[in-house]
């Protein structure tokens, strides 16, 4: 297995541009989860869906951020419009169904490095 | 809510000398926590949890009630061991992530 799949891994767009990030999760994991790392604010969880449907979404900045996940192996993270404050490595995780309250790891792709100029 | 305090950005240490990465929670449920790396060019991976009770690399971690503390500890930090490490608090199926600590260790 390749693991956790992103595309693309740079992205440089201009100001007000749209911007779609795509993200292959593991097969057969249940969870995926959108993170954005920057330097300021660490590694921040966007949202995460659970058997394709949105969970807790409480993590997206602002209405410019949205995210699909048309099926088990593809979902997409959109920002439109993009601005420069959007700059940051965007990655995506899979992970297993949580059994017994344990927490299952995730797994992480290796992240979309944007520019928004 | 949760949170995760990592009070250090940059750690460095000289190769051989003992490290600690110090993590603080807050969380009113019985906790769940991660210790994560991210070495450079490779992707962010799991490295302990603290229900393991396992050494990992030669890290270990222990869960303080008390203090609300998971450090990560290493008695003789290797070159190798430079990377970004984040702490992180499970809790209603999310992960919660500290801002992280850069650990370099120099020869």
């Known amino acids: 297995d390749a693991g956790v799949i992103q595309s693309p891994r740079h992205e440089v767009t201009e100001m007000g541009q749209e911007v779609t990030l795509r993200c292959k999760p593991i097969?057969?994991?249940?969870?995926l989860f959108w993170y954005r790392q920057t330097m300021m604010r660490g590694l921040e969880l966007l949202i995460y869906?659970?058997?394709?449907?949105?969970?807790?979404d409480s993590g997206m900045p602002e209405d410019r951020f949205s995210a699909k996940m048309p099926n088990a192996s593809f979902s997409t993270l959109k920002i439109q419009p993009s601005e420069p404050r959007d700059s940051a490595v965007y990655f995506c995780?899979?992970?297993?169904?949580?059994?017994?309250?344990?927490?299952?790891?995730?797994?992480f792709g290796p992240g979309t490095r944007l520019t928004v100029l | 809510a949760q949170r995760v305090t990592q009070p250090e950005k940059l750690l460095s240490v000289f190769k051989g000398a003992p490290v600690e990465l110090k993590c603080n929670y807050s969380?009113?449920?019985?906790?769940?926590l991660f210790w994560y790396v991210q070495y450079s060019r490779q992707r962010l991976q799991l490295l302990l949890r603290?229900?393991s009770r396992e050494s990992i690399k030669g890290f270990t971690a222990d869960l303080n009630k008390g203090e609300t503390s998971f450090h990560l500890k290493k008695p003789f930090a290797q070159e190798e061991d430079s990377a970004m490490y984040y702490c992180?608090?499970?809790?209603?199926?999310?992960?919660?992530f500290g801002q992280g600590t850069i650990l370099t260790v120099h020869p």
């Open positions: 995780a899979s992970s297993l169904a949580i059994l017994a309250r344990r927490f299952n790891e995730q797994f």
């Open positions: 097969s057969g994991h249940d969870y």
């Open positions: 869906f659970n058997n394709n449907v949105p969970i807790d």
């Open positions: 969380y009113s449920g019985s906790p769940e």
């Open positions: 603290h229900i």
């Open positions: 992180a608090l499970a809790s209603y199926g999310k992960l919660t």
